[in-house]
Structure formats: C-alpha cells, structure tokens
C-alpha cells in the first residue's frame, strides 16, 4: 500500500520523506504498545514525547516561534500516518496542534506565544480547547460558561465536555470559550480565556468510559470561581467564537487526514487477511464478493485523500477553503466508517475481537463523524457554499 499512498499523489521530496518517516515510527513505535493502551485506556506519554522529538507538533509552525517550519499539509501527512495504525495517537497529535497551540500562535500576543508555545512545539505539554458545553455542542453560540471580569482578574464558572488533551500528566491549560458580556445587538459576547492546570475552582472530571479512542486523553471540566490574571485572554475580546470557528474549519482537514489514514489501515487489514485466510482451500481473496468489497475500500481512500490534499493546498495557498474543508471531512469520515465496518465483515469472527486492529477502527471511526463539526453541519457548510439558506 506505501507504493500506492506515497507515489501516486502529488507530493514534493520532502513531503514524501516525511511521510515515510512517520509511518516507519507508526509501525515501529506506536503499532506495538496500540492495543494496551487501549485496553488499558492510557495515553502512553511516551510515544508523545517521541513524537515532540521528531518535530511532530511543531510542523505547521514557523522557525522563529520554535516549529519546523512547515504548512498544514505536512501536518495532516503525519496525522494520516499515524491514523492509520492509532486513531488515539493522531487524535493526540491533532488536538495538540490544531486546539492546543495554534490558537495561542493565532491570536495570542507575543508574551502568551513567548511562554506557552515552545513546551506544545516540542511536545514537552499538551493543551486542551474547551468548547463543547452540555447545552452546546453544534449550537457553540448557546456557551453558558461565564467570564466576569473582576479587577485585574477574569471569573470563570461553568463547564465543559469532551475535551480532548485536557488531564493528563502534562496538560500545561485549557483555552475556554466563555460569555463576557453581551453586544450592542444584545447578542452574547464571547471571549476565550486560557485556565492553567491547577487553577484553584479549576477541577477536571474523570475520564470518560467511550467507545473508541480509548487511549486519548478525553474529560468533562467544571469551574467553579475559577480566577485567572485578566492577561490570559487570548485574542479580541468578544471574537472568542469567530476565531474559533477558523480554527474549526482547518482542523476539519486534519481529521480529514486522520479519518483518511483510518481508511487505509482497515482496507491494508483486509487485503493482508483475504490474501493470508483460506476458505474451502482457496483464499479468501479469491473471492470476487471479497474482490469487489475491497476495490471499494480502495476507492474510497482514494478519493478521501484527494478531497483533504485539495483542501490542504488551499488553505496554504491563502485561497478560500471553507467548503473543501467540509467535504473533505463529510468524504473522509464516512470512507473511514465504510472501510471499518467493511474490513471488519472480512475479518469474520476475528475482526469482533479487540486484538485486532479491525476492531479498533470499527470502534474508533464513529467517532470521526461526530467530532469537528457533525456530518450533518458539513451537509449545512456545503449547502451554504451553493447558496441555499434555510
């Protein structure tokens, strides 16, 4: 499958080098600790720091705020690689980059860039996104949790679920999304504030019991008077919501890449095992019911990976990227689910048993569907981009 997923796209040397050496550290380092740590439901934090090592977190970042230097594409070709043996890991990777430092390296002022990016860059500390409320998962607009402002100090109460890289032993904060006041429309003013680890009134649940992603690190937040120096607002206040929404839209593309490495690593899977199972003295492969479920496999990693390379190119081009973004993400989640379930089917009564990676992906991919943005809010996205309101 390398032949296939490296030299026939459009990538550059460079591109193709670090695709190689991510997926050689996929295979060797991540892929043998996999399925304990997800039966085990544990981060392992050091395949984390391996990955801050090699550069991984600092890839769409430039030289001078202690990144690598290069763009968005390279970081979803690592994403994808490390998706398609460990949807955890590349979640971790994701979640780190794109809801943990990128904020701080978009909207933050020179001493916020100065103090928190070179530790997420190296892969020494993860920082979460706390968006989602109970009240407000798709409809972000409905935030209840509140930031008073009281003196030199910000108030935070509410809470927060299913944030991601928000409890683990090296999680340095969490950027919050929090009603500040109220605009001249009478509209909610929404600001985000960045809550460090340990904050007194801060208090991260326990971990969530899901059904896939076990090794990632997901939990609910609560704040309870929870002050912080009024110096931790990140960005304009009242744009709180507006930046994240451009946030949101570049990381559709790299769950994008995620869910497109899902794809390959079920339709990788299922050509192994059709080639290697035999059935009434033949191999399973010969089939050409298992043939023609296994083209489609094909096919759909094909055309999910151009949907994220297109939106990709367009967002570091400069060049609008918001619809290609949602039908990337709609493409990619849905050859995922498809690809999982499918290799699953061939696997037959082993692709029900958590050893194999089958299973895993067909636990882990619903969740591709979900998160960034439901299915049904990309439909919405694109609908919007052809003119349609509603």
């Not at 979803?76 to 955890?88: F, M, P, T």
């Not at 991919?365 to 609908?383: A, F, N, P, R």
């Amino acid at each position: 499958m390398e032949r296939q997923s490296l030299s026939a796209y459009d990538l550059d040397d460079t591109e193709r080098e670090l695709a190689q050496m991510v997926r050689a550290f996929a295979d060797e380092v991540v892929a043998p600790v996999s399925y304990e740590a997800d039966r085990t439901k544990t981060l392992p934090l050091d395949v984390v720091r391996q990955m801050g090592e090699l550069g991984l977190f600092g890839l769409p970042f430039p030289e001078e705020v202690g990144g690598q230097g290069g763009d968005y594409f390279a970081l979803c070709l690592a994403i994808e690689a490390l998706g398609r043996v460990d949807q955890s890991i590349a979640i971790t990777l994701e979640a780190g980059v794109s809801l943990g430092a990128m904020p701080v390296f978009r909207f933050g002022t020179d001493d916020q860039k100065a103090t928190l990016l070179p530790d997420l860059l190296e892969g020494r500390a993860l920082a979460g996104f706390g968006l989602t409320e109970p009240e407000a998962g798709s409809d972000a607009g409905a935030t209840r949790t509140t930031a008073r402002r009281d003196g030199e100090d910000w108030v935070v109460n509410g809470s927060k679920q299913f944030i991601t890289n928000s409890g683990t032993d090296i999680t340095r904060f969490v950027t919050v999304t929090a009603v500040t006041g109220e605009t001249a429309e009478g509209r909610k003013e929404i600001s985000t504030i960045i809550v460090p680890s340990g904050t007194p009134g801060f208090t991260v649940g326990p971990a969530y019991d899901k059904v896939g992603w076990h090794a990632s690190d997901t939990h609910p937040l609560s704040f309870s008077d929870a002050r912080v120096p009024a110096a931790n607002l990140l960005g304009e206040r009242g744009r709180g919501f507006a930046n994240f929404l451009h946030i949101l839209d570049e990381g559709r593309i790299a769950i994008a890449a995620l869910a497109t490495g899902a794809a390959e690593g079920c339709l990788e899977a299922a050509l192994d095992y059709a080639a290697t199972r035999s059935v009434f003295g033949s191999p399973l492969s010969s089939r050409q019911s298992i043939q023609f479920m296994i083209a489609r496999m094909r096919m759909r990693v094909h055309t999910a990976r151009l949907a994220w390379h297109h939106a990709a190119r367009l967002r570091d081009a400069g060049r609008p990227y918001k619809e290609a973004a949602a039908i990337a993400k709609l493409t990619a989640s849905d050859a995922a689910m498809d690809n999982a379930r499918d290799a699953t089917q061939i696997f037959g009564g082993n692709g029900f048993m958590n050893e194999y990676p089958v299973a895993r992906h067909y636990r882990d991919s619903k969740i591709l569907e979900i998160g960034e943005g439901t299915s049904e809010v990309q439909l919405l996205v694109i609908s919007r981009a052809l003119g349609m309101e509603g």
